[in-house]
C-alpha cells in the first residue's frame, strides 16, 4: 500500500492567514491526488483534484500543487469557514489511501 | 446532479454481517464510473473500502478483503456493503461514493452511522 503522511496533523491560525498543509506519499505517485474538506458532521468535499486542478465551486483562495511524493494544499486567506479538517488521498494505485488529516483551528 | 444516499441498520451484533444500500440519484449506474465505500471511525481519519462497476467488476482494500462484499444491482440503481464478522474496530461512519478509477471520490453521500455492538 501507499503511504500518505501529512502534516502538521493540527495548526492554529487566524482569519487572513496563509495556510499550508503538506502530504508526502511512500512513492510516487505522479500527480493522482485529490483534498478534501471535511466539517463536524459532515462529509468530505472534494477541493482540488488532479493534485492542482481546482474543483468548481470552491473558492480560488485554495490552491493545491505538487507532483511524484510531495503535495501542497495552500489556502491564500483563511477564512471564517475554512475552519475544518483537511485531508488528502491518493488514487495511483490500489488500495486508495488517505492522509492522517489536518485539523485547522482558530488561534 | 448525482446524489447518493446510504441506508441500513445502525447497530450490529458483534459477529454479525453490516449491510448498507447506497442508492444512487440522478445518474444510471449502468452509465460507467465505479462506485464505492468509505468508513470513519468516530474521531478519526478515512479509510478506503473498495469499489464497484456495473458490471460487477470490484476492487476491495486488502486490509479488509476476507471480510468485505461490495455487489451492485443495476435495476434499483443501488449498490450494497456486505461486512462480515464485525467487532467494535468496525464502528464508524460510512459514506458511499461515486468513486471512479483514476480518481478521487465524489460526490459522497452523507453517511450512515453503524455502531457494533451486543
Excluded at chain 1, 46 to 65: C, E, H, K, T, W
Excluded at chain 2, 11 to 28: A, F, I, Q, R, W
Excluded at chain 2, 44 to 72: D, M, Q
Amino acid at each position: 500500500d501507499i503511504q500518505m503522511t501529512q502534516s502538521p496533523s493540527s495548526l492554529s491560525a487566524s482569519v487572513g492567514d496563509r495556510v499550508t498543509i503538506t502530504c508526502r506519499a511512500s512513492q510516487g505517485i505522479r500527480n493522482d491526488l485529490g483534498w478534501y474538506q471535511q466539517k463536524p458532521g459532515k462529509a468530505p468535499k472534494r477541493l482540488i483534484y488532479a493534485a492542482s486542478s481546482l474543483q468548481s465551486g470552491v473558492p480560488s483562495r485554495f490552491s493545491g500543487s505538487g507532483s511524484g511524493t510531495e503535495f501542497t494544499l495552500t489556502i491564500s486567506s483563511l477564512q471564517p469557514e475554512d475552519f475544518a479538517t483537511y485531508y488528502c488521498l491518493q488514487h495511483n494505485s490500489y488500495p486508495k489511501t488517505f492522509g492522517g488529516g489536518t485539523k485547522v483551528e482558530i488561534k | 446532479q448525482v446524489q447518493l444516499q446510504e441506508s441500513g441498520p445502525g447497530l450490529v451484533k458483534p459477529s454479525e454481517t453490516l449491510s448498507l444500500t447506497c442508492t444512487v440519484s440522478g445518474y444510471s449506474i449502468t452509465s460507467g464510473y465505479y462506485w464505492g465505500w468509505i468508513r470513519q471511525p468516530p474521531g478519526k481519519g478515512l479509510e478506503w473500502i473498495g469499489s464497484i462497476y456495473h458490471s460487477g467488476n470490484t476492487y476491495y482494500n486488502p486490509s479488509l478483503k476476507s471480510r468485505v462484499t461490495i455487489s451492485v444491482d443495476t435495476s434499483k440503481n443501488q449498490f450494497s456493503l456486505k461486512l462480515s464478522s464485525v467487532t467494535a474496530a468496525d464502528t464508524a461512519v460510512y459514506y458511499c461514493a461515486r468513486d471512479d478509477y483514476g480518481d478521487s471520490p465524489r460526490p459522497w453521500g452523507q453517511g450512515t452511522l453503524v455502531t457494533v455492538s451486543s
